[in-house]
């Protein structure tokens, strides 16, 4: 199975590809960190992470996508330009009817770390040291979207706290406050 994790941002996004063989075997097919220049529109930036997100997934489609959803923030308008972000990477997905499993930053964490209030630098120590790589190989976006592949891997498709949906139809269906 190819997980595809996502750490969303509208001017950073984390993503990697992670080829899981049982639940001790994982290997890292791609990590890496997508940029957007800030002072480009919201709107084209979303247009952009949806292109750029297209990219890696036809040229290494994935079984199932994993992304961290934002669930808290300081600032309201941050916040909404997260969601967005996060909604631009889930269309990408769904659109090629790839499941989508969605993990709060504390289920993330908890997964590679043993504690949901663990820093970007304990994330990427452990996903570091669980994926034999070399913490200087990889930015905290990318070690974050390879800790949310690990998690859904860890915890698989079905487990009770991954929101799951078949297609775009399904989440809106379950999700009508978040359409509008």
Known sequence: MVVLGVDPGSRAAGYALLEVEGRDRERVLDAGTLRFDGSTPHALRLREIYRRLGEIVEECP????????????????????????????????????????????????????????????????????????????????????????????????THAGAEQHEDWAAFAEANPDRIG
Do not use: F, I, W
Not at 68 to 75: A, L, Q, R, T
Not at 77 to 101: C, E, F, H, I
Not at 115 to 144: I, P, R
């Open 62 to 157: 994935p079984d199932e996508g994993a992304v961290e959803m934002p669930v808290y923030g300081k600032n309201p308008q941050s916040m909404l330009k997260l969601g967005r972000a996060q909604a631009a990477t889930m269309l990408v997905l769904l659109n090629r009817d790839v499941p989508v499993n969605e993990y709060t930053p504390k289920e993330v964490k908890k997964s590679v770390t043993g504690g949901g209030n663990a820093t970007k630098q304990q994330v990427q120590y452990m996903v570091c040291s669980m994926l034999g790589l070399e913490a200087s190989e990889l930015s905290y976006d990318a070690s974050d979207a390879l800790a949310v592949a690990l998690c859904h891997a860890h915890r698989g498709s």
